[in-house]
């Protein structure tokens, strides 16, 4: 019996978030789960209106060909985009997990130093504490710490 049925990769298109997926695949292949890729357009509001990151579009193309590649390596994927007005796209991640019933969420941390890489990024540490379900947090590679 699997133990994950579907699996959601929560991705800001960063190369920190695209450090997850082969861990989402690893636990795809081993459960036979589906895949949701799930991104978050943050919108913020500007003078003139509601503005989002210049290269969302980019994003949102880079995201769509990564689902095409899963599927041809034989996973069942597909691509969830919401939009978001706020600060904190972790309540929306975990609105979606929730309603997709997803039996675990995967997501990159942000770790520039290997002092700040123990620090979660504030979404993934935020998701810790509201999603519905089990979250693996993927740190940013940490440079190996010199013998003495």
């Known amino acids: 019996m699997a133990m994950f049925k579907t699996i959601?990769?929560?991705?800001?298109?960063?190369?920190?978030?695209?450090?997850?997926?082969?861990?989402?695949?690893?636990?795809?292949?081993?459960?036979?789960?589906?895949?949701?890729?799930?991104h978050i357009v943050q919108r913020f509001a500007t003078e003139t209106g509601l503005a989002v990151h210049a290269d969302e579009e980019l994003v949102k193309?880079?995201?769509?060909?990564?689902?095409e590649e899963l599927s041809k390596e034989g996973f069942k994927a597909t691509l969830r985009i919401v939009n978001h007005i706020g600060p904190q796209p972790a309540h929306e991640i975990a609105n979606v997990a929730r309603a997709?019933?997803?039996?675990?969420?995967?997501?990159?941390?942000?770790?520039?130093?290997?002092?700040?890489g123990l620090l979660l990024g504030s979404v993934a540490l935020r998701l810790l504490h509201v999603a519905p379900c089990p979250v693996v947090a993927v740190p940013a590679i940490v440079q190996p710490v010199p013998a003495e």
């Open 8 to 38: 959601v990769w929560a991705t800001d298109g960063s190369e920190n978030a695209n450090r997850a997926l082969p861990v989402a695949k690893a636990l795809l292949r081993e459960h036979g789960a589906s895949l949701v890729v799930v």
């Open 61 to 67: 193309e880079r995201l769509e060909q990564t689902v």
């Open 100 to 116: 997709l019933a997803a039996d675990l969420i995967v997501i990159g941390t942000r770790g520039h130093t290997p002092i700040a």
